[in-house]
């Protein structure tokens, strides 16, 4: 078994910034690609970003390209996402998933095996 827990979520004015991690513990060998995937309330849970398990390939939503970086220490079995110029409608719940299957990164969550219990990150206007 896997654990994740993520850490860094809180409020912040648009245009500013924040920066998530996701602390994995248990069975780290086994995990392979990670990623971040964000709730609204009232909304589905949509993919944000992930990334591959040695780090060099990494995939965005086109709504966070070039404001959102994630990375991954695997030494410190933790991933981070660095969200800049934040917008109101980044406004939701960040989850963290690990994949135990897949080496490069992905946007489905059905296809990740372990899930954070989830930071909440709220951007005013």
């Known amino acids: 078994q896997v654990q994740l827990v993520e850490s860094g979520g809180g409020l912040v004015q648009a245009g500013g910034s924040l920066r998530l991690s996701c602390a994995a513990s248990?069975?780290?060998?086994?995990?392979?690609?990670m990623g971040w995937f964000r709730q609204a309330p009232g909304k589905e849970r949509e993919f944000v970003a992930a990334?591959?398990?040695?780090?060099?390939?990494?995939e965005y939503a086109d709504s966070v390209k070039g404001r959102f970086t994630i990375s991954r220490d695997n030494a410190k079995s933790t991933v981070f996402l660095q969200m800049n110029s934040l917008k109101p409608e980044d406004t939701a719940v960040y989850y963290c998933?690990?994949?135990?299957?897949?080496?490069?990164?992905?946007?489905?969550?059905?296809?990740?095996?372990?899930w954070g219990q989830g930071t909440q990150v709220t951007v005013s206007s």
């Open positions: 990334i591959s398990r040695n780090g060099l390939s990494t």
């Open positions: 998933a690990a994949d135990r299957t897949y080496y490069n990164p992905h946007t489905s969550s059905g296809e990740y095996d372990y």
């Open positions: 248990g069975r780290t060998f086994s995990i392979y690609a």
